[in-house]
Structure formats: structure tokens, C-alpha cells
């Protein structure tokens, strides 16, 4: 694990399943833009949460890339699901604004709650094809820029399902804070 303390708030790497994440209040959905099942991360996260995830979600949607919304996790071990819709690489644009939005809006709904934990999934990687090493600096630049001022959020957590973009992700912050 990789860690990167700024003010109140730890920044974690880590490798592992988004759905199981025990120690976090909000885990975050790499969602489709009417927030139903889905594949990858949104198919495990449903998959976990059970039908009662869906029946809330598709409510709040349709939302646009960039956006968040969050509601109820149900079977999941956390208290919150914070879904984000990741731009389709290449196709929604600019793609690495509205990739950062997600993790911008993401952190301030945290901050509106009061939620102390968040873990997020490297959003649109997969399915939306965003190459992972330009995502992972994206996406820690968004999270560190964030970082200064934090209030409630105290631990933010990257978690990467695979060994390779796990290393990348650390790779990349290394890069970004040295
Ligand atoms: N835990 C952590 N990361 C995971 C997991 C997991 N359980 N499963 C996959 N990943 P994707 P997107 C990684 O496709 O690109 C869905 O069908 C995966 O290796 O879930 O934002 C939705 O319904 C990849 O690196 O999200 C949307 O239509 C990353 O998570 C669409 O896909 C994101 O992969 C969203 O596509």
C-alpha cells in the first residue's frame, strides 16, 4: 500500500475489490448514465448491494459524465454508494475535465454529508476505454488538489482490481508529489 498524508486527510493505494472495502463508509460506482446494473464495477457493486440498489439509483438518473449522485448501499459493508459516470475516452469531451469532475463532485458530496472514508474505482478504464496511465493522473491530481482543506473526508482510497494498474497508480503519484 502507497500513502500520501496532506492536512487532515491519507490518501491510500491499494489493490483489491471495490466491493469489499469494509473499513469505508462510501464506496464509489463506475456507473452507466441511468444507473442500472451494468458490467464491471457497476454488475459487482449491484451484484453485492442486492435489487434494492437499483430501485434507488435508476430514480436519480439520467446524469451526465462528470456528475455524481449517491444513495443507499444496502447488503454492501459501507453506509453510502456514490455513483460517478466517467466519459467514454474520446468520445465525451474534454475527457480528462469531466474524469476529473467525478472525483471533484464525488469529494464534495463527502464533504456535504459528513462522510469520513471514500473509495474509488479507476472510473471509466474499463468499458469506457480510458487508457489507465493517463486516468491514474487525472484522477490523483483531482484527488491531491482536493486534498488541501478537507473537512470531514479522512481517508481517500484508490482501489485498483488488477496488479499492473496498481503499480501504475503508484507510479503516477510519485511522479506527481515528489
Ligand atoms: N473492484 C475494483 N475495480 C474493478 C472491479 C472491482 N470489483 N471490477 C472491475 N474493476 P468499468 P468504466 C476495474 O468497466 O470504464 C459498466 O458496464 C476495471 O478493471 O467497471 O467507467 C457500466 O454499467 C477497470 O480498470 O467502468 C458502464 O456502462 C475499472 O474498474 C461502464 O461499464 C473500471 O471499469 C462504465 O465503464
Given at each position: 500500500m502507497e500513502q500520501l498524508k496532506i492536512e487532515n486527510t491519507t490518501l491510500e493505494i491499494v489493490q483489491g475489490?471495490?466491493?469489499?472495502?469494509?473499513?469505508?463508509e462510501a464506496i464509489v460506482n463506475a456507473a452507466n448514465a441511468y444507473l442500472r446494473?451494468?458490467?464491471?464495477v457497476a454488475g459487482a457493486i449491484h451484484m453485492a448491494a442486492g435489487p434494492e440498489l437499483e430501485e434507488e439509483s435508476t430514480k436519480l438518473g439520467p446524469i451526465k459524465p462528470g456528475e455524481a449522485v449517491i444513495t443507499g448501499a444496502y447488503?454492501?459493508?459501507?453506509k453510502y454508494v456514490v455513483h460517478c459516470l466517467g466519459p467514454v475516452y474520446e468520445r465525451d469531451i474534454p475527457h480528462d475535465k469531466l474524469l476529473a469532475n467525478c472525483y471533484k463532485n464525488a469529494i464534495d458530496i463527502c464533504e456535504e454529508k459528513g462522510i469520513e472514508s471514500i473509495a474509488f474505482p479507476a472510473?471509466?478504464?474499463?468499458?469506457?476505454?480510458?487508457p489507465v496511465e493517463e486516468a491514474a493522473q487525472v484522477a490523483l491530481k483531482q484527488i491531491i488538489d482536493k486534498m488541501?482543506?478537507?473537512?470531514?473526508?479522512k481517508i481517500i482510497r484508490m482501489v485498483l482490481f488488477s496488479r499492473n494498474d496498481f503499480l501504475i497508480h503508484i507510479e503516477t503519484l510519485k511522479k506527481l508529489y515528489k
Open positions: 475489490d471495490i466491493t469489499n472495502q469494509k473499513d469505508i446494473i451494468g458490467g464491471g447488503n454492501l459493508p459501507n472510473i471509466s478504464t474499463g468499458a469506457f476505454g480510458y488541501k482543506g478537507l473537512k470531514k473526508l
